[in-house]
């Protein structure tokens, strides 16, 4: 890919009117051997300082191939950008040099992973990880990032900081790891933070912790916060937007209150519609009908036209463009009206 | 609650202690992981027990000596009045006709080189009397049809399937033998949220229809409360309480019930600023030297002398009407779960 490529960083200070980051109209595609896959179909959300946006969506929604791409971590080839811009500060990252963007990449993005297990890495003691960060990017004495290390083991309530800074990264628990990993991405305090599931593979009582920590991370640093999961639950707690992801594209964006209260989508209709209630014990739990569908040979139209209960002609045609409900509302879905009063068709 | 004929399996004081050993030549015990550590409950014909707790807290090792895949160190296991982990051979293996299983993972847990039909047909290549030689692909057919599969696509291989249809696959496999108890252990955590709420309808279809008793492990509490009659909360291998779904749910005793509870995050934001929330510190101590007395103590807000010197017992503590196993037992309604 032939682009020009500058080496001017985002501006720091003040933001004016550009949203801290913006991602417009974002397609990235997969050239295999079975033909291109199309993960993110024109993928547009915004974040700014310490508001979360939870992006929600099922394996193989594209939520976390926009987070790749963000970091600018995705692996091209196979990967490929056609079309979009990711602008941080209103730079547009996918044109900085590769220099450029590494002085962004985890000083001033920075991003937790789902598994810190495979993340960290197993030969290295937790403490060198983490001032692996300071030594690199700040230039840092060995000792003195080693400190740094300890300070931020202490800053994400690891006990005992002092005495496991020189623990492997299997001597932890797994909610412990969670916490290295927190506390190496938030080293060089980031000005946003992507979450890429990072309570999935913990119990429920660790999750809590995490995201208390998380939460209290965010109100000190006023980080802007993507948090990236498939739980509906984690996202009510603590999402101030919400983007609903299916087969690549955002079907439906708004604030968390109103989409809990009346989704104006059916497939966020059918999710919420889907969590066993108290009343219904002993009765069926609605399910949406069908499977997810196969990115190499996205249904035409609406992608989720086939699994739809609003399904009208022009459904299966003309691919639904993502309406504007209210200023910070839209819907994909030509029946957005229908879905939102609750009229079952 | 049902009467003791229906009943189909009785535990009692079960045990499973995972030695730790040390030295290469002549091994020596120097301790053991108490991973399952005196378990008791029964279960009834076509009901459903949930089992929630940590990882770590001994439901799936509990799972495996239900199925006798490992054997337990002392208590029993009484599947219609007969002891599964004491059985050998020929019995244990008729034994095991009647309790099957339900994996977790639907990727690992189905063999890639093997066909659909190969794969719930195996068991009957090991039960040959459930179904002679000649009927055999006709009744993988009829499972393949009861879990909502197209009988035509017997000879598929498993990464032909989505993750859902795969459990599917799981789930015939388990009903090939017609047990009468199946043990799920997660059979929906690995599924996208849209595909979990069709397995779970199946799983409760099948139970109707076949009068099936379930052991349903799962760490996702709202599933658990929307299937299970009964629950028990295990915590570093013992139940520290037990009881119906109302009574776990809306008027949970233990402390660690509670805050369990109060850690699951509620689908609706409304009011999400004043729910109250327990947020236990720490991890759970390790199984291979449990706290003395209450095993909870060293994370529970509520602990005091006694905790330490006496354990509690699994017993209907007073203003409870379940069992629990706290001395300071007291119903308290956290939140709604679901």
Redesign the interface.
Known sequence: MKKTSTNVLPAEGGLGDEPLLAVDDLHVEFHTRAGTVRAVNGVSYTVGPGETLAVLG??GSGKSVTAQAIMGILDMPPAVIPKGQIRFRGTDLLKLSEEARTQVRGQRIAMIFQDALSALNPVFTVGWQISEMFRVHRGMSKSDAMKKAVELMDRVRI?AARQRVNDYPHQF????RQRIMIAMSIALDPEVLIADEPTTAL???????I??LLAELQRESQMGLILIT????????V?DKIAVMYAGRIVEQAP??DI??APAHPYTK???D?????D??GQ?????KG??PNLLDLPTGCSFHPRCPYRQDNCVTDVPPLYEISGTRGSACHYWREVLDGDQQ | MATSSERILEVRDLVKHFPLTQGILFKKQIGAIKAVDGVSFDLNKGETLGIVGESGCGKSTLAKVLMALERPTSGSVKINGRDIAKARGGELKRMRRNIQMVMQDPYTSLNPRMTVGDIIGEPYEIHTEVAPKGDRRKKVQELLEVVGLNPDHINRYPHQFSGGQRQRIGIARGLALQPEIIVCDEPVSALDVSIQAQVINLLERLQNEFNLAYIFIAHDLSVVRHISDRVGVMYLGKFVELGKDTEIYDRPAHPYTQALLSAVPVPDPEGREQRERIILQGDPPSPANPPSGCRFRTRCWKAQEICAQEEPLLQIRPGTGHESACHFAETHDVVHVG
């Open positions: 099922e394996s006990p628990s797994g909610g412990m119990d429920v009582t660790v999750q809590a912790q995201m208390e498939h739980d509906l639950g984690v996202v009510a707690d999402a968390v209150y809990y209260k059918g999710l919420l889907s969590i066993p209630r108290v219904q014990k069926d739990l609605y399910a949406i499977l997810p």
